[in-house]
């Protein structure tokens, strides 16, 4: 695996976020049940959300794997982003939950981790969480500043209304 370009690996999964960096956390209830929780979890760890949501994703493994790297890449034509990242934990029905957190490697135009989890609450709803911290890694994301959190509240939306549609059609 390549060196991931940040010291807090794994500091997704189960917090506090590191200072210095911009945190993100966005949270939404996607649907109800151990049915939808099952199928929630597996349109995360099978990368079918973030295809789903446009992105496109290179990974060697049919489902995230601590570990392996994933190159996922958003935007349209010349203005595709292209970041690749690492795995760097896995969580299959631990503590009530199921996601991952992936890291980001040399090339990625931010320092930093994000993770994709969904749980089922007590009242049986289904909560996906994205929860990230990063900073700016290259000229453009520096030169970008203030808009990048904004954006990256967007694309966590995204992710969030992309997964609802998902285990709605499950």
């Given at each position: 695996?390549?060196?991931?370009?940040?010291?807090?690996?794994?500091?997704?999964?189960?917090?506090?976020?590191?200072?210095?960096?911009?945190?993100?956390?966005?949270?939404?209830?996607?649907?109800?049940?151990?049915?939808?929780?099952?199928?929630?979890?597996?349109?995360?760890?099978?990368?079918?959300?973030?295809?789903?949501?446009?992105?496109?994703?290179?990974?060697?493994?049919?489902?995230?794997?601590?570990?392996g790297e994933v190159q996922v890449?958003?935007?349209?034509?010349?203005?595709?982003?292209?970041?690749?990242?690492?795995?760097?934990?896995?969580?299959?029905?631990?503590?009530?939950?199921?996601?991952?957190?992936?890291?980001?490697?040399?090339?990625?135009?931010?320092?930093?981790?994000?993770?994709?989890?969904?749980?089922?609450?007590?009242?049986?709803?289904?909560?996906?969480?994205?929860?990230?911290?990063?900073?700016?890694?290259?000229?453009?994301?520096?030169?970008?500043?203030?808009?990048?959190?904004?954006?990256?509240?967007?694309?966590a939306r995204r992710l969030g209304?992309?997964?609802?549609?998902?285990?709605?059609?499950?």
């Amino acid at each position: 695996m390549n060196t991931l370009t940040y010291p807090e690996v794994g500091a997704t999964r189960l917090g506090p976020l590191p200072r210095g960096y911009h945190h993100l956390h966005h949270r939404a209830p996607v649907g109800r049940g151990t049915a939808d929780l099952a199928a929630a979890g597996a349109a995360i760890t099978e990368w079918r959300m973030h295809r789903a949501s446009g992105a496109r994703v290179t990974a060697p493994a049919r489902r995230a794997e601590a570990g392996g790297e994933v190159q996922v890449s958003v935007g349209l034509g010349p203005l595709r982003f292209t970041a690749p990242c690492a795995v760097v934990w896995t969580a299959y029905g631990e503590e009530g939950r199921t996601g991952f957190g992936y890291g980001t490697l040399a090339g990625h135009p931010e320092h930093g981790e994000e993770c994709f989890t969904v749980e089922l609450a007590n009242d049986g709803t289904v909560w996906f969480t994205v929860m990230a911290f990063s900073r700016p890694a290259s000229w453009y994301t520096r030169l970008a500043g203030p808009l990048v959190p904004p954006v990256q509240r967007w694309y966590a939306r995204r992710l969030g209304r992309t997964l609802r549609r998902l285990v709605a059609g499950s």
